[in-house]
Antibody
Framework: QMQLQESGPGLVKPSQTLPLTCSVS??????????WSWIRQHPGKGLEWIAY???????HYNPSLKSRITISIDTSKNQFSLKLSSVTAADTALYYC??????????????WGQGTVVTVSS | QSALTQPASVSGSPGQSITISCTGT?????????VSWYQQHPGKAPKLMIY???HRPSGISNRFSGSKSGNTASLTISGLQAEDEADYYC??????????FGGGTKLTVL
């Protein structure tokens, strides 16, 4: 059974860079038509897609966050990571990593991590 | 990119049926892209309930069904149960290779 587990600092100071890592178990991050994604949820709010990456390294970003995002993948460790720079209080949220299954025009998130809370505060 | 439009809340009594709509544009929902639906209970990660507009993953009750017409997709839950009370989100891939979610709908089982 595939499992995803987020890890991160929990607390980040304003203007700093937030690093998050998602460790994948129960399957290879290199296999199949899967896209490895980051999604966040502000307190009491809805889901916001951040970015996704394919095992080849090809990535796509939310246009509203693109200038601050770096997403990477390490197939040797079966992990993928997100870096969000110049954070502000508006980046305080619950961050999820998820696997997206894709084929043709199909796209859906079938596996999710439990989420990691990130607070931006001095 | 704009979020897909969902009603903020819906409610129904046990045993009844409810429908949640998800309206987008020809660039996402109305395009050739499929819609998926997610259920989220408080403090839990979202759970896939419907994919490719109408398909249920293994283990999902057949009380959950999806449909789509034009730029609007719908999730119908029949035979409402107390455990169905949760937030529901729709999601769609877009023609610019991005992903967009709906704002979410809070389902209350009366």
């Amino acid at each position: 059974q595939m499992q995803l587990q987020e890890s991160g600092p929990g607390l980040v100071k304003p203007s700093q860079t937030l690093p998050l890592t998602c460790s994948v178990s129960g399957g290879s991050i290199s296999s199949g038509a899967y896209y490895w994604s980051w999604i966040r949820q502000h307190p009491g709010k809805g889901l916001e897609w951040i970015a996704y990456i394919y095992h080849s390294g090809k990535a796509h970003y939310n246009p509203s966050l693109k200038s601050r995002i770096t997403i990477s993948i390490d197939t040797s460790k079966n992990q993928f990571s997100l870096k969000l720079s110049s954070v502000t209080a508006a980046d305080t949220a619950l961050y999820y990593c998820a696997r997206a299954s894709s084929g043709g025009s199909s796209w859906f998130f079938d596996y999710w991590g439990q989420g990691t809370v990130v607070t931006v505060s001095s | 990119q704009s979020a897909l439009t969902q009603p903020a809340s819906v409610s129904g009594s046990p045993g009844q049926s409810i429908t949640i709509s998800c309206t987008g544009t020809s660039s996402d929902v109305g395009g050739y892209n499929y819609v998926s639906w997610y259920q989220q209970h408080p403090g839990k990660a979202p759970k896939l309930m419907i994919y490719e507009d109408t398909h249920r993953p293994s283990g999902i009750s057949n009380r959950f069904s999806g449909s789509k017409s034009g730029n609007t997709a719908s999730l119908t839950i029949s035979g409402l149960q107390a455990e169905d009370e949760a937030d529901y989100y729709c999601g769609s891939y877009t023609i610019t290779s991005t992903v967009v979610f709906g704002g979410g709908t809070k389902l209350t089982v009366l």
